[in-house]
């Protein structure tokens, strides 16, 4: 246990088995990890033993969404983030653990929204890090910086483009803003729904928000000179709501007494 803000820290740690590191080399497909569902069950034995009775989670709307549709059904890589596994695993903690609130205080919000509203939290703006090579199994090959290139940091500026000015993203980014870079364009286009591209299989945006993303960023006076994003905005042919992604958008399990929580 050790104090942060003055608040006390229990930390969990967990070890990937030998055999997933080995997987291609034993002949199995490399699958996902539910990585949110074992945080989930980590966070609720942590409360149990600590005395607590709630867990609040931040999985939003968007996880909810389908990544590839394959053969009639619905594959979705956020899985053990969305909705779905939300209603199924309270279900089990209501069967088992007297008590015990498991929830998400953003299910009924898009990334959009949360977008925006960090867009205000100017202090974390260069302490944040969403990107796929901040989160490698080896250490060494961990990067203490973004990238720039991956589908997380491509989402990432794309959804705060909208909020956050282009000088500062450029900041965010070291330099190296995604929406700056040409050759990207297909990771882009993956993320607005192309026939042509698939969405990648990573924790990105549903397809429509990405594209009021795009539509909203575009109305920026300092995107003027953004490229990339003027070409994306004008193939853009079926036009969202653009309104609808910063009001609550869906169902949620948030209990009355975290009511609060719903703004």
């Given at each position: 246990?050790?104090?942060?803000?003055?608040?006390?820290?229990?930390?969990?740690?967990?070890?990937?088995?030998?055999?997933?590191?080995?997987?291609?080399?034993?002949?199995?497909?490399?699958?996902?990890?539910?990585?949110?569902?074992?945080?989930?069950?980590?966070?609720?034995?942590?409360?149990?033993?600590?005395?607590?009775?709630?867990?609040?989670?931040?999985?939003?709307?968007?996880?909810?969404?389908?990544?590839?549709?394959?053969?009639?059904?619905?594959?979705?890589?956020?899985?053990?983030?969305?909705?779905?596994?939300?209603?199924d695993f309270r279900a089990v903690l209501e069967a088992s653990i007297f008590g015990m609130q498991w929830f998400s205080a953003l299910r009924p919000y898009s990334e959009l929204w949360v977008?925006?509203?960090?867009?205000?939290?100017?202090?974390?703006?260069?302490?944040?890090?969403?990107?796929?090579?901040?989160?490698?199994?080896?250490?060494?090959?961990?990067?203490?910086?973004?990238?720039?290139?991956?589908?997380?940091?491509?989402?990432?500026?794309?959804?705060?483009?909208?909020?956050?000015?282009?000088?500062?993203?450029?900041?965010?980014?070291?330099?190296?803003?995604?929406?700056?870079?040409?050759?990207?364009?297909?990771?882009?286009?993956?993320?607005?729904?192309?026939?042509?591209?698939?969405?990648?299989?990573?924790?990105?945006?549903?397809?429509?928000?990405?594209?009021?993303?795009?539509?909203?960023?575009?109305?920026?006076?300092?995107?003027?000179?953004?490229?990339?994003?003027?070409?994306?905005?004008?193939?853009?042919?079926?036009?969202?709501?653009?309104?609808?992604?910063?009001?609550?958008?869906?169902?949620?399990?948030?209990?009355?007494?975290?009511?609060?929580?719903?703004?």
């Amino acid at each position: 246990v050790r104090p942060s803000r003055g608040l006390p820290v229990l930390r969990a740690g967990r070890e990937l088995d030998e055999q997933v590191l080995r997987s291609a080399e034993l002949g199995f497909l490399n699958g996902h990890v539910p990585v949110t569902g074992i945080l989930s069950a980590l966070a609720v034995l942590a409360a149990v033993l600590d005395g607590r009775d709630s867990v609040v989670m931040s999985n939003e709307w968007s996880a909810s969404s389908g990544t590839v549709e394959v053969e009639g059904r619905t594959v979705n890589h956020q899985y053990s983030k969305s909705w779905g596994f939300e209603q199924d695993f309270r279900a089990v903690l209501e069967a088992s653990i007297f008590g015990m609130q498991w929830f998400s205080a953003l299910r009924p919000y898009s990334e959009l929204w949360v977008a925006e509203r960090f867009a205000h939290l100017s202090d974390y703006h260069l302490a944040f890090r969403s990107c796929n090579r901040a989160f490698t199994i080896d250490p060494a090959k961990r990067l203490d910086h973004w990238c720039g290139r991956c589908d997380k940091c491509v989402f990432i500026d794309l959804v705060l483009a909208p909020y956050v000015t282009a000088e500062r993203l450029r900041e965010v980014f070291g330099g190296a803003e995604p929406l700056e870079d040409p050759t990207l364009a297909e990771r882009f286009r993956g993320l607005l729904g192309d026939d042509l591209v698939n969405k990648p299989f990573e924790c990105v945006g549903e397809v429509t928000e990405c594209r009021a993303a795009v539509l909203l960023a575009v109305q920026r006076p300092d995107r003027a000179g953004t490229t990339l994003l003027h070409e994306l905005a004008a193939e853009i042919t079926e036009v969202p709501d653009l309104d609808a992604f910063l009001r609550p958008m869906g169902p949620h399990a948030i209990p009355p007494e975290h009511a609060v929580v719903v703004v």
